[in-house]
């Protein structure tokens, strides 16, 4: 039986290499029709802990400040959506902001479990040798973890 995807999570860190994997989840739906999700994981941590020195932009806003955040990240996603996807209105769009004190991958399965979307769409920054041993790799702990499809766009930069 061949697979008929109708719903999308394409995942960005805004980067341009994050961005790649946006025109080609809309690809996978244009012909067909269906819904991307256009999602933003950020973490979100608690208290720091003396023990272990991390910075999380959001633990420093104010209430005020995380919400207009939030709203420019949202504002920053709907940008991604190509023209020709607007125009030609055969695909829909939604766009979620995930705040999570989970690590960024866990976070993806579960947005995607939650969101029973039939595949997740992601970019890979092609990371090889000590850079990927030093960074470690979102869209390889998520290949590794999820339940469902993964289309993994390589980008190199």
Known sequence: MIPKYRKL?????FSPLGN???PHAYAVLAERGGTVILCH??????????????YSPWGSLSG???????????RS?????PEQVRQEGVVTTEVRVV???LLVH??????AAELDVDLIVMASHGHSGMARLLLGSVAEQVLRSADRPILVVRSRG
């Open 41 to 54: 994981v950020t973490d979100v941590h608690g208290p720091p802990n003396p023990l272990y020195a991390h």
């Open 64 to 74: 005020q400040e995380r919400t207009e955040l939030r709203q420019t990240l949202l």
């Open 9 to 13: 999570l394409v995942t960005t860190d």
């Open 77 to 81: 996603l709907e940008a991604l959506v």
């Open 99 to 101: 705040e999570t004190p």
């Open 20 to 22: 790649a994997a946006v």
């Open 106 to 111: 866990e976070a993806i399965r579960q947005e």
